[in-house]
């Protein structure tokens, strides 16, 4: 919510606020520029400002939603083949519902009888398996794989089109946490498999997408055995960048046989603005 929303809700301009001397402004109020995190608010008496209480109230109701929220899996899939040429699996873990969800964990790590049929069949088709398998999973948040999924994965397929991975078809797993990626990757003879899935929203970032790379993905593995890039999103770690890490990782993985945290990542930003001469932000001035 900028602004311009709350003052909407307020139903009176936070800068009149400021200027009849309602709201004490913060003095470190210039660092706000630096983060989206809720800083230097000022304060009304010894309160908070009713602005920002409302915008509180609205990302925590966003986060919310977010975590409540059903993943189209079909207009993924549809998106995904437009976007990419890529023909989706439709598989859903163990868990039924989205209650039973959010309290059994373990149900969300593991495939549901016909998803694991469907894939030992697919098995049988291509016996030989494949190098990488991605899956994407809605996890605590359908809206971050919404909004992230099919951009990044076309921008991935750009950097993994000349480097001869064989692809199997990525699975779109409803209700599905972060170790199901492991036994779609075994039962498909994946020898790597990276999930996308929505991270647990926050309350400036409802939409963060998490990506883990798993080698030599089987049913039981802990998270020692996958590398993350966590918060890629347009307002976090932009796709390219994403993409740009992921696929050292899978290079790495796929020339040292292993992943987790035996594999590092070692990339070199591109940003030449780390390299540039360092001012205290506590500063207005140079």
Not at 50 to 59: G, I, M, V
Not at 159 to 184: F, K, N, T
Request: some cysteine.
């Amino acid at each position: 919510m900028d602004d311009a929303e709350i003052n909407i809700i307020v139903g009176q301009p936070a800068a009149n606020d400021a200027a009849d001397g309602v709201v004490t402004a913060n003095p470190w109020q210039s660092l706000r520029r630096f983060t989206a995190a809720r800083i230097a608010l000022g304060r009304s008496g010894v309160s908070q400002p009713t602005a920002p209480q409302l915008a509180f109230q609205l990302a925590h109701a966003r986060a919310r939603d977010a975590v409540h929220l059903a993943l189209d899996q079909a207009a993924l899939g549809e998106a995904l083949l437009a976007a990419c040429g890529l023909r989706c699996l439709p598989l859903h873990s163990a868990a039924a519902g989205r209650d039973i969800y959010l309290q059994r964990p373990d149900l969300g790590r593991r495939l549901d009888d016909d998803s694991r049929e469907t894939l030992l069949r697919r098995r049988q088709a291509e016996p030989g398996g494949y190098d990488l398998a991605i899956v994407i999973a809605d996890g605590l948040s359908a809206l971050a794989i919404e909004q992230n999924a099919v951009p990044f994965i076309k921008t991935l397929m750009a950097r993994l089109a000349d480097d001869g991975w064989s692809l199997a078809p990525p699975a779109i797993v409803g209700q599905g946490r972060v170790a199901v990626g492991d036994e779609v990757g075994e039962l498909l003879g994946a020898r790597a498999v990276v999930v996308l899935i929505g991270e647990r929203p926050g309350l400036s970032s409802p939409d963060s997408m998490g990506l883990y790379l798993t080698w030599a993905p089987k049913t039981g593995l802990t998270d020692a055995s996958r590398n993350c890039i966590s918060n890629v999103r347009p307002a976090g770690l932009t796709y390219d960048d994403a993409a740009f890490k992921l696929h050292y990782l899978l290079s790495e993985a796929r020339k040292r046989q292993l992943s987790g945290v035996a594999l590092k990542d070692e990339t070199a930003t591109d940003n030449h603005a780390l390299d540039a001469p360092q001012r205290n932000f506590l500063l207005d001035h140079d």
